[in-house]
């Protein structure tokens, strides 16, 4: 369904020297919201991706949007994640005879709220493949 949906890199800085300390967590698509609880204070690289729209015959799904954000989160704040899934989970239509419309993702925070909200893919037709989700970085 979906692969990687969000990696994470957090840069601290003090004063005159900078860590960086390599912070990775991929979640996968599980049909239910999550949370993570982030371990250390700094900046952050979220990457969050839609989920692909459904297959019909030989067409293919739409891929899901690509998102990404550097953020400053602090340790101990939670993020909230919704993970789109192939099958119309997390706002995807249900297609009657052609393929699903994926699933948006998303992550919030309860400091800042939504952060990243990531499109789905179409889902494919008897007439041709699905569109692609949007995407874009901030």
Wanted: charged share 15%; net charge negative.
């Amino acid at each position: 369904l979906t692969g990687t949906v969000f990696t994470a890199s957090a840069e601290d800085s003090a004063e005159e020297t900078v860590d960086t300390i390599q912070v990775s967590k991929t979640i996968d698509f599980s049909q239910e919201a999550g949370s993570y609880t982030v371990p250390y204070t700094g900046f952050y690289s979220l990457t969050l991706t839609g989920a692909q729209g459904g297959n019909y015959g030989s067409y293919q799904g739409g891929k899901g949007g690509l998102v990404q954000a550097k953020v400053y989160l602090e340790k101990g704040e939670k993020l909230t994640y919704i993970i789109g899934g192939q099958n119309g989970f997390s706002g995807g239509g249900e297609g009657n005879t052609y393929g699903n419309g994926g699933g948006f993702s998303c992550v919030s925070t309860e400091k800042y709220g939504t952060i990243l909200i990531a499109g789905a893919g179409g889902g494919a037709s008897g007439t041709g493949d699905g569109k692609a989700g949007a995407s874009g970085s901030v």
